[in-house]
Each structure stands twice: as C-alpha cells, then as structure tokens.
C-alpha cells in the first residue's frame, strides 16, 4: 500500500510538473545534456558547455545512429533534446519524436498541407520545433502553427498564422519564452507585409503582431511612398535572441518587396534588412537598425543575432553581433540598439565604407541593370540562415562564410497575389570562382582570427564546445571538427549528401554527442 | 473566322513587338553561353528553327523558365509572364536567320576526326576513348565557334555542364598535378573534389584518390588543358571540315 502510495505520487508528480518550463530554457547552459532552444540557449551562441569531446579524442567519433526522413526534401532541422527525447522536424513541416539512445521513432505528426500550398523565395523547408513545458511548437509551409503534446505528438492546437493563399509560409523554429510563443512568418518574394507574431503557448490565442513594416500614421512609414508598404515584404523567416534581463527580443527582418527593382519604394524601406529589439510582453519595437537601407540586392537580415557582453572602447557593455548576408560583420549596443563597429569579413564590392552611423555609403554602379551587373556578395550573402556559434571559452565569433558573386538582373514589377513578386533575379558565379571558409572573428571587432578555406560556399551551421572544437559541414557531405582556437582540421568524415543544416550537441547515459542532418537523414556521433 | 484572323495578327504584331525587348533580356542574361544573337559557345546555337529540347513556344518558355540544371543551363532568375513572352519571342526569331556558320563540308571533317586520332579520348556514338568529353550529341550541345575554338584552343574552353557529377559547378576536366606523400607524381584531371579529398584520372584513364592532408603538392593548372591544341596544324579547309563534323554529330538516332 505504502509502495503504491508513492508510485502514486511519483506519477501525480510526473503529470504535474511541466516537463520544460521557460526558466529551464533561460538557463540552458546549466543542463547541457539537453538542447533546449534552437540556438541552444537565448544569447544563441550554438555552443555546447559539453566537454568530453575533445581535441585529444575528436578523431575517434564514430556514427552512433542514423534516422532517414520519411520523404525526401533538403533537411535543415536543428534537434530538440530534452530528458532523452529527440525532436526534430522532416521536410516539409513533419514532427518526429525519436529516443535518444538508439534513433528509434516515438511519435510523428504530419500536418495536412494543402497540395497547392504557396512557398515562394525558398524549397519547403523546416529548421526545427520550439519545447515548452509539455509542448513542442512548429510552423508550417502553409502558414500554421501547430503545438503538440510531447508525449503522444497529439494536436493540442492549431492556428493559421496568416492566409497562404498569399504566399505567408513558415520555415523557421518558434521561439518559446515565459508566457510566449514568437513566430515570424516567410513570404516577402510573394509581396508580403511582414510581421513577427507572439501567442499565448497554452491555447495559441495570439497575443500580439507587430508588423515589420510600418503602417499609416506609424513611425517609419514615411520610409514608403504610396502602397508599396503594402506588398513591402520585410519577412522574419529566422529564429531570434532573447535577453531575460532587458527582456527583449532579437530579431532580423527580410528584404524589401519587390527584391531588385527599387523603382516602385523610393526610401530606406524600413524595418526591412533590419534588426529589431522587441519587447516581448506586448510587441513594442523599443529599438531598431537598418544594415542595408533601401536593399535593392536581397540581402535579408535574416541572420542569427548574438548576443554576449565585453567590453568596447573601455566601457563594459552588453552587446548584440551579427555577420550579416551583406557582407559586415556588426557590432550593436543591444540595450539601445546604438551602432558601434562594421567589419567586412568577406569580400564585398558594393559599399565604399560604413559611416559613424551605421549606414553603408554605396558604391556607384553597384544597382542590379536589365543587362546585369557583377557585385559580391552573391544573392544568397556571404552568411545565410545557417548558424554561426560563439564561444564564451575563446569569445571568437564563427562563421561559416560564403565567397561569391553574383550578376544581379533588374526586371519588372508585376503584383498578383500568391505570385512571385521579385522583379528581377541573379546569376550566380559558381564553379571554382565560389568558395568559402569557417571563419573565426574576433567577436567585438570581427577582425579574423583564422580561417578553415572550403570548396565551395557553404550553407551549413557551425557549432563551438567546451571540449575545444568548431563543427561544420560542406556542400560535398563532410562533417568536420576543426580546432576552435587555430582552426586546425581535427577530424573528418563523409555523409553522402549535402549538409545544409546546423550541428548541436547532447548527452545521454553520461556520453557526449554531435548531431547534424545531411542529404536525406540525421546522423549522430560518438566516442567509442 | 475573321476574328480568328484578326487574333492572329494581333499575336504576331504582339510577338513582334517584344523582340527588342527580349533582346535586351537575351544579351544579359543568355548571350554569355549562347552567344550574341544566339550563335552558340558554351551552350548551344539558337538560331535554328528547330530546338530539340523546346519545339514549341510553351516548351521553350518551360526550359526558360526552369533551365535544364542537369546540362549545365542554370534557372537565372524568376521571370513575369511579359518577361517570357519576350524571350520567346527574340529566340524565335533568332531561328528565321540562316544559320551561316558551319560551311565545311562534315564528311572531311570526319576523316580529319579519324587522322588526327580524337577518337583515343572521345566517344562518338558509342566507339572511342572516354578520357574526354562523350562527343555523340556535342552538334547539339554547342554553337559552331565554340566547336571550332574546342580544337585550336582548348585551354580557353574547357567543358561545361558534362561532368557525369552533377551540381558542384567545378571547372571541368581540369589539369592537376598531384605528388604524394612517397614523392610519386600523378597528373591528370580532376574529377571530384572536396576539402579534405581530390578524385583525379591519370591520362591513362585511371582513376586515383588522396587525402590532401596525406599530399606534398596539389597544383591546379587553371587556364590549362590537356587536350592538345590543333592551331596552325590544321588548314583552313580542314578546320571547318572538322567543325561540320562536329556540328554533325547530333545524338544516336
């Protein structure tokens, strides 16, 4: 009787207590066995404290299992690791839940998407699930967001975000705080307003939207001329930051609508290629920054914005980093958005320099043509969505860095809802012309610290540990550590098929692990 | 029937007056593998009225559209429905000119092909070596000066889009030397790479494989080929013999 008692209570203290509550989350850096946010903690430095894999031993790392999605798609998932389960998203809006031990399956839920579902400006893609208390949260290709009970993959909730029928799409992770859930939506090739959304986590009733492109009467909006803020894009298609402290979001916004045919939206076109500081409980912008005024060459801000204290010019200063597509690398004041340093950290021929501001001064000759003109960096940027990782260790910035031009065309407007509205397009230099590199910056200077060359421009994440090491992955299926304070290459091997998504670590029964997707599947790795 | 006629001259009157337009599109986006005017380099001649991969208007805005990724034709940029309409149009028109370019007579040319001993590196309709470039349906693939400049100046253009391993956007069939790390020199092409590893095939057609990290030296002779150069060993006769030839050569039908 005493036994059951306790069994009892055991299990009224297993339904009780939510599994992963928000201060879990804010401090994931305590419970490194788990991989509790996207970016691995809310200052998304993608660094793991694990340390049993080291410089010493890194050459040793064997595949421990293997998962294979259950429909072919590019797999850009970041895993989910709380209390031995994996969560992982398959293209193109599939959950799966899988033991951690040994790969196997749990659960998986796969929402019905409409076959004439509307994604324009990228494939159908995911980068993975939000965990909050007893639930995980993705969006969908077709504009929802979904949350499903951790244990069964049952629908707790469902709501539209916004219409598909014009081009509105999710791809990225939510991000799940106290009381919140902030999801930012894709679209702005389909002339989109874009906006960044927060919704109640227990019953998906939206709290808030804050729009990334001013409306009539609000500041910014005389950035727009006519009705061009109406199809003005300006989409938050990637997973922000988050300071509990000054309790702000962080969060990059997309390029302008449409993308290389400025004619239509003379002015800065703001908060579009900009870096907005939200304050979570009721969507106020409380700062912005504006990289690329008046993009005219698709370079969204759609880039992980980092966040970590040093001290700059004497000062001790909490400060937010960003290796931006366009090529700079900045260094903002993350407590009142004030510019303090860009660094280029790959080649650029559009700016003549960034001035005391902050704003690029442009290089003539430099504006997509009907004949097309040559600029790097190329339409994709010298960084993209993949992650970069910061170390507290060695406080280098990573990046993994794109080489590349582009002959960048100038076209026609043409708005019809749910279609392209891009105006224009790219060329790409490829071949051997492209390259790339992990790149290691100096994180409040970004001047370069070393750097590991790569064939070809890569669209993978990088991943920084205690245990000393840098992992990445290439456009020719190599998974390789690399020694985070030189740069050294440490250990390789071969997957089979692109790698375009990010690595995180975790640990289970007392053993470290790296995880990373590639061509059609999830592989792990381990010490012997 | 009258309005028939009339929708038909109000499309040909259409049609015409989006060929300057799409010539303007053509020149920046298409004539640096098509050749100005469509006459062909890297990528195949377009002034012919028949294209084999679009004969039709609706399959040639589909290969525009879309590109052909798998043969080296890349998908540019996103297009309007006008922009197409364009494009069409000015390629359309393009196949109204006579084509001029090949005026040697391709019989010669085959038995300048047999003297010269290209058939111990190319295969043509199955018969031949495979170090270089399968030639069965170059005539298809490439305009008639590209062809002519394969011969006497291979070196400046080097194959595109026939790597059998697709989608990297490599420089094909390029010359390296590599020396391991026992000293022994291999050279030949490269056939794959990455950057730990580099698949290269020896002239003798064998294919070899290292670590760069296990490699002394690893030289890539961009610029270089190793195919030899037929310039000034060819009259002019003989030249365009050989290029009608090539231009011939238009897949096992």
């Not at chain 1, 066995?33 to 993608?46: E, I, K, M």
């Not at chain 1, 003549?352 to 000759?365: H, L």
Request: hydrophobic share 35%.
């Amino acid at each position: 009787m005493k036994r059951m008692l306790i069994v009892l209570l055991a299990l009224s203290t297993c339904i009780l207590s939510a599994q992963v509550p928000a201060p879990r989350i804010a401090s994931a850096d305590r419970t490194p066995a788990d991989w509790l946010t996207y970016s691995g903690n809310y200052q998304a430095h993608r660094f793991s404290p694990l340390a049993q894999i080291t410089r010493q031993n890194v050459a040793q790392l064997k595949p421990a299992w293997i998962y294979q999605v259950r429909r072919t798609g590019i797999v850009e998932t970041t895993p989910i690791v709380a209390d031995g389960v994996m969560y992982i998203t398959e293209p193109p809006s599939t959950v799966t839940a899988l033991d951690v031990r040994t790969g196997r399956p749990l659960w998986t839920y796969t929402p019905t998407i409409p076959t004439d579902v509307i994604v324009i400006g990228s494939p159908p893609v995911n980068r993975g699930v939000a965990i909050l208390d007893d639930m995980v949260y993705v969006g969908t290709v077709d504009g929802h967001l979904i949350a499903l009970d951790t244990k069964s993959g049952a629908v707790r909730w469902d709501i539209q975000v916004d219409d598909n029928k014009f081009g509105y799409y999710v791809t990225s992770a939510p991000l799940a705080l106290d009381g919140r859930i902030i999801i930012g939506v894709s679209g702005a090739e389909a002339g989109i307003r874009g906006f960044l959304d927060a919704y109640d986590p227990k019953t998906g009733k939206r709290v808030w939207r804050t729009h990334t492109i001013p409306g009539p009467g609000e500041p910014g909006h005389e950035t727009w001329s006519g009705d061009s803020w109406k199809t003005g894009g300006g989409s938050a298609w990637l997973t922000g930051s988050y300071d509990p402290a000054l309790n702000l979001v962080y969060w990059g916004t997309g390029n302008p609508g449409p993308d290389w045919n400025g004619d239509l939206r003379p002015g800065d076109n703001l908060y579009t290629c900009s870096l907005i500081a939200i304050n979570p409980t009721d969507g106020k912008i409380k700062w912005h920054f504006q990289f690329t005024p008046h993009d005219i060459h698709d370079w969204d801000a759609n880039e992980i914005p980092v966040l970590f204290d040093a001290t700059v010019g004497g000062r001790p200063r909490k400060l937010v980093a960003m290796a931006n597509r366009n090529a700079f690398y900045y260094v903002l004041d993350r407590e009142t958005g004030e510019f303090l340093s860009a660094t280029p950290y790959a080649k650029q021929t559009w700016a003549e320099r960034i001035d005391a501001k902050g704003r690029p001064v442009r290089r003539a000759g430099t504006a997509p043509t009907v004949e097309g003109t040559l600029v790097f960096p190329n339409i994709q940027g010298a960084s993209n969505w993949p992650s970069p990782s910061y170390s507290p260790q060695t406080r280098l910035f990573y990046q993994a860095t794109r080489e590349m031009g582009t002959y960048f065309y100038k076209g026609e407007p043409d708005y019809k809802p749910g279609e392209a509205f891009v105006a224009g397009g790219g060329r790409a230099v490829n071949g051997d012309d492209a390259w790339g590199a992990v790149r290691a910056l100096d994180s409040t200077t970004g001047a370069l610290k070393w750097e590991f060359k790569l064939v070809t421009p890569p669209m993978s994440g990088v991943l920084s540990t205690a245990g000393g090491l840098v992992f990445g992955g290439t456009d020719e299926g190599n998974f390789f550590a690399l020694d985070a304070e030189s740069g050294k290459p440490l250990w390789d091997t071969q997957l089979g098929g692109q790698v375009r998504s990010n690595p995180m670590a975790f640990s289970v029964d007392g053993r470290q692990y790296v995880a990373i997707a590639a061509g059609y599947a999830l592989f792990v790795f381990g010490l012997p | 029937m009258l309005i028939a006629s009339l929708l038909l001259t109000v499309a040909a009157a259409q049609a015409a007056a989006n060929v300057e337009p799409g010539k303007q599109l053509f020149n920046g986006m298409c004539a640096r593998c098509h050749g100005i005017d469509g006459t062909g380099d890297e990528g195949p001649s377009l002034n012919r009225p028949t294209l084999s991969r679009a004969a039709t208007d609706e399959a040639l805005r589909e290969v525009i559209r879309d590109g052909i990724p798998d043969r080296g034709m890349p998908r540019v940029r996103r297009l309007t429905n006008n922009e197409l309409n364009q494009l069409v149009a000015y390629v359309r028109s393009l196949g109204r000119v006579t084509a001029t370019s090949t005026r040697g007579n391709a019989d010669k040319g085959r038995a300048t092909y047999e003297k010269l001993g290209c058939a111990s590196c190319h295969i043509v309709g199955g018969q031949g070596g495979s170090f270089g470039p399968d030639l069965t349906q170059i005539g298809v693939n490439r305009g008639a000066s590209y062809l002519r400049q394969s011969f006497l100046g291979p070196s400046e253009t080097l194959p595109k889009g026939t790597s059998p391993v697709p989608g990297r956007g490599f420089t094909e069939y390029l010359p390296v030397r590599v020396v391991a790390a026992d000293g022994h020199e291999v050279r030949g092409i490269r056939v794959n790479e990455d950057p730990f590893t580099i698949q290269v095939k020896d002239s003798a057609n064998r294919f070899h494989s290292f670590r760069k990290s296990d490699t002394k030296e690893i030289e890539k002779e961009f610029g270089k080929s190793l195919m030899p150069s037929y310039r000034g060993r060819l009259s002019d006769a003989e030249t365009e013999d050989l290029v009608a030839y090539l231009a011939s050569l238009r897949g096992a039908k």
